[in-house]
């Protein structure tokens, strides 16, 4: 699905990522964590065109990443940012429908195709009139994945979505998330700094400091096997107070 090759980035005199390869399976999440400044956020932009590599190359689908492709790459991509990233001076429905207005998607196709997304992420019907200023944060969290899904993109890139959201709704979007990747059985890379957020979502969890890949694998194998005192310091930084494991 996607295929990234000895790829690496620096902005000036700092390297943020070092030479990376990875590939993502069909049909699975994975989950980028680690620290500010790790690199994860880049990493995640390089996939989907929006940072260009210094060296290495991106594959998506057989097909490299290129300045003469990737505009119509992105459009088989669905991509999702904290807070969802939305126009204010569009309505929520606007916004959702966007993109496929402007690749000449049918009127219909499109009312059709908001309908059914806002049935998949259950966002209040009447919210689609409201503009962003308007609505909760989890609302427009909805909204952003409603916006990434409406191409049905088989990859969908997540750069923190819920981490500006109070608990309560951060809970329930998590679960309704979950929910819909495995309904749709998409592609999922969702980058995060919470070991709980990775542990819930990841089918695999690539865990990054320095710009470079520390440990891969499930989230139990980082508990119970970490690959080095990075990898031992992070997750008990994650601990709750009071708490041994």
């Not at 990054?208 to 194998?221: A, C, E, H």
């Amino acid at each position: 699905m996607l295929e990234l090759d000895q790829v690496t980035k620096s902005f000036g005199s700092t390297t943020v990522l070092h030479p990376t390869t990875l590939s993502f399976t069909e049909g699975t999440t994975t989950v980028l964590i680690g620290p500010s400044g790790c690199g994860k956020s880049t990493l995640l932009r390089i996939m989907i065109g929006l940072i260009q590599p210094d060296a290495g190359t991106v594959r998506f689908q057989g097909e490299v990443f290129s300045p003469a492709n990737q505009l119509a790459m992105r459009h088989r991509i669905g991509y999702v940012i904290q807070d969802g990233g939305l126009f204010p001076h569009l309505s929520a429905s606007d916004n959702v429908g966007l993109l496929a207005r402007h690749l000449g998607r049918d009127a219909a196709w499109v009312r059709r195709r908001i309908d059914e997304l806002t049935e998949l992420v259950r966002l209040p019907r009447e919210a689609l009139s409201r503009f962003p200023a308007q609505l909760s944060g989890g609302q427009r969290q909805r909204l952003g994945i409603m916006r990434a899904l409406m191409l049905d993109p088989p990859l969908i890139l997540l750069d923190e979505p819920m981490g500006a959201l109070d608990p309560l709704v951060r809970y329930d979007l998590q679960n309704d998330l979950r929910d819909i990747f495995r309904t749709l059985k998409k592609t999922v890379v969702l980058v995060t700094h919470d070991m709980g957020e990775a542990g819930f979502f990841g089918d695999e969890v690539l865990l990054l400091g320095g710009g470079k890949i520390v440990q891969r694998g499930t989230l139990k194998s980082l508990l119970e096997s970490p690959a080095d005192d990075f990898v031992t310091r992070f997750i008990q930084a994650q601990r709750l107070p009071g708490h041994d494991s």
